[in-house]
């Protein structure tokens, strides 16, 4: 089982910026290289929604609408660490931010970390 922990919340203001670690360990037949990463985040009373992905390799993202052109989501293989640097934070961008890890059919998931955006 792949175990995932989240860092970097906090409190930022609206326009902001932030960014979230992701630290993956306990590979046993695959390596971090082998999962696709995501991230997700879930607002009170509000349903996990989808804000970035990665490749395997790292080549390929893909991003929700709502954070298109402000968040960038990166990761090194050779640390087995992903990151989303979140810029231009809104009101509604404030959560529980949590990572994914995907292979197959199976995936993994943090515990999440808190990101708070007031002013």
């Known amino acids: 089982q792949v175990h995932l922990v989240e860092s970097g919340g906090g409190v930022v203001q609206p326009g902001g910026s932030l960014t979230l670690s992701c630290a993956a360990s306990g590979f046993t037949d695959f390596t971090f290289s082998d999962y696709a990463m995501n991230w997700y985040r879930q607002a009170p009373g509000r349903q996990r929604e989808f804000v970035a992905a990665?490749?395997?390799?790292?080549?390929?993202?893909l991003y929700g609408d709502s954070v298109k052109g402000r968040f960038t989501i990166s990761r090194d293989n050779s640390r087995n660490e992903m990151y989303l640097q979140m810029s231009g934070l809104k009101i509604e961008g404030a959560g529980v931010y949590y990572c994914?890890?995907?292979?197959?059919?199976?995936?993994?998931w943090g515990q999440g970390t808190q990101v708070t955006v007031s002013s």
């Open positions: 994914n890890a995907v292979r197959g059919s199976g995936g993994s």
């Open positions: 990665i490749g395997r390799a790292g080549d390929s993202t």
